[in-house]
């Protein structure tokens, strides 16, 4: 397995979208993985309160309570334990997709890639430091140690992709 921790890329453009991507590499199963992806009683604890209805076409609602924003969307992509994909946009926005794939890594470990795509003019380097803080904050629930948004972390980020570098970890 490779080293723990969470790996960013420099934004790229693709097509009218810029594209982050970011992978986590945890000694947690993809089944554990899994479960804090999808399921409402771990999704709380790295992401938000929320649901994900588990079929194509099935509806995610997550309630970013402390910012108001709550996202209603639909299962673009699924195939269990491995592939997860939906947009984070609210209902009239457009399409922000997100693709999560898991791998095993390694005997007990897992490689999670999320690939986060925002539409051109919007501001990708703020969407890619704060999903990397999401990330962050699913290792820690991982670790059964839960934590607040990393808001330092999220600034470092952001700043790094905005100068067009990758985010170190």
């Known amino acids: 397995m490779a080293e723990p921790g969470i790996h960013c890329e420099p934004l790229r ?15 947690h199963t993809p089944d554990a993985v899994w479960a804090a992806l999808t399921e409402p009683e771990r999704l709380v604890d790295w992401l938000a309160p929320g ?9 995610v609602r997550l309630d970013f309570e402390q910012s108001g924003v709550v996202i209603d969307s639909q299962v673009l992509r699924l195939n269990p334990p491995t592939t997860l994909s939906y947009s984070w946009s609210r209902p009239g926005e457009p399409l922000r997709p997100i693709d999560w794939t898991l791998v095993a890594d390694g005997e007990e470990g897992s490689r999670l890639t999320l690939c986060v795509q925002v539409p051109g003019g919007e501001d990708a380097a703020r969407a ?18 839960p934590v607040k948004f990393p808001f330092e972390t999220f600034q470092a980020r952001r700043a790094a992709y905005a100068a067009g570098h990758a985010p170190s970890d």
């Open 51 to 59: 649901e994900i209805e588990l079929r194509p076409g099935g509806a």
């Open 128 to 145: 890619c430091a704060g999903w990397a803080a999401h990330l962050e904050m699913l290792a820690a629930c991982l670790e059964g140690v």
């Open 13 to 27: 453009r693709n097509g009218a979208y810029l594209k982050g991507v970011m992978t986590l590499h945890t000694p």
